[in-house]
């Protein structure tokens, strides 16, 4: 089991900014990805931002700019920096730990927060 433990959702106005932190613990030996998912209201969830052991890092389009994903490994725990925020950018977002390499036994093995809503007001 992994437990991810969110923080730093808020209301912002346009331009402004937040960071979300998720903080994991637990069997996070297995875990090799991490990352921030949204859904907004009649939408399906979507992929913000993610990252990896290795460090690399995946944005959506819609995020590309100015969000910024990272981590700190001696804390397990993985941030996303968002800075001008848009109106279209409120959602709940979740995040998300995940094993995604089909070399191990431990493919498959996904994890997700239980969401911390973001609303940019305009």
């Known amino acids: 089991q992994v437990q991810l433990v969110e923080s730093g959702g808020g209301l912002v106005q346009a331009g402004g900014s937040l960071r979300l932190s998720c903080a994991a613990s637990g069997n996070i030996f297995s875990v090799n990805v991490m990352g921030w998912y949204r859904q907004a209201p009649g939408e399906q969830r979507e992929l913000v931002a993610s990252i990896t052991r290795g460090n690399r890092s995946y944005y959506a389009d819609s995020v590309k700019g100015r969000f910024t994903i990272s981590r700190d490994s001696a804390k397990n725990t993985v941030y996303l920096q968002m800075n001008s925020l848009k109106p279209e950018d409120t959602a709940v977002y979740y995040c998300?730990?995940?094993?995604?390499?089909?070399?191990?036994?431990?493919?498959?093995?996904?994890?997700w927060g239980k969401g911390t809503l973001v609303t940019v007001s305009s």
């Open positions: 998300n730990a995940k094993n995604s390499d089909y070399g191990s036994a431990n493919y498959g093995m996904d994890y």
